[in-house]
């Protein structure tokens, strides 16, 4: 049986004796992951990555990191002695140090206890704040504040990082370069990382897996491709928001009717008897736009999203529906326009509730 790098098993999660998140069990097979939890504001995450760290005990369950126990109904090994970094959406810098002397204090604190640590200046530059290390936390931005103590987190080489939001002070224009760079510092480096997150387009890129934490249950764990296009429940789906359902009737191995969009032809990720009525989900990538179809429907709202659009779509059922076309498509679509989809339709997975 092979051994699991981290072993979240059965965990009750709570602060101040109020449970946020329940009977939470979840694996990281190896030493370099990335996982990724997305759920609500309020809803428990960042308890989770503190009674990881050991700021808060655990009643049951345990928490094991490279087959030792953390924390266990009986058993709590104090935060100092875990070899884990955490670093809080609001940032914990030193106020009184400079940043440099910030990002020093991890390297000071493992070269006393005799462990490794990586050489700070290339993360530093890969973080772009090599113009800011001569000034104090009140001097910058808290966009600069969050990288600073993202930068101080990994340099110290932990076994296990903990990131809180880590990008959610970051201007929006500048966020994706750090998305990249972030993701490059911890595959080099193998540091394992647990990343709370609201922002499933983060999640998606940046997570090996992704646990989605809903209603105080952990919902779904899976790669990230699987949990966007194989949600396994109506809670899922519509906390990912990235489609909507309409209903339908089972009516062979292959094939669903649909009142507004008739046929649709597919795999079904689960099995249904033919007569089942069903709730299928549709994506906007799901239809294929077709100005020659006979299946028009009436343009709604359109968005640029640089390269492509996103129409949305109602049906004679008063459904709305969204669309992806590229944003090279010669003919362009106003809203009250008519708008074609492509039949039959065919739809990789069909994925129904």
Known sequence: MSKKFLEIKNVDFQIGGKIKVKNFSLDIEKKGEIICLLGPSGIGKTTILRSIAGLEKIENGSIKLKSK????????????NRNISLSFQENALFPHFTILRNINFGIERNRINGKKFLSPKKIIKILNIENILNKYPHQISAGEAQRASLTRAVVSNPDLLLLDEPL??????????????????????????VIVTHDSYEAFYLGDKCGIILDKKLRQYD????????????HVVNFLNRGVLVPATVTGQYTLENDDLGLIKGNFVNEHKIGTKVKLLLQPEDLEHDDKSNLQLDVIDKKFKGTNFIYTLRTRSNKNISVFVHSHHVHQHQI????????????KHLVCF
Not at 169 to 191: G, P, R, S
Not at 223 to 234: C, G, L, R, T
């Open 69 to 80: 126990i953390l924390s266990s109904k009986t058993s709590h090994v104090e935060p100092e």
């Open 168 to 193: 959610s002070n970051i201007d929006e224009n500048f966020k994706e370069e750090i998305q990249v760079n972030l993701k490059q510092i911890l595959k080099e480096h193998k540091i394992t990382t």
């Open 223 to 234: 790669e990230p491709y699987n949990v966007y296009h194989y949600p396994n429940s109506v």
């Open 336 to 347: 009250s326009d008519k708008f074609g989809i492509k039949k039959p339709i065919h739809i």
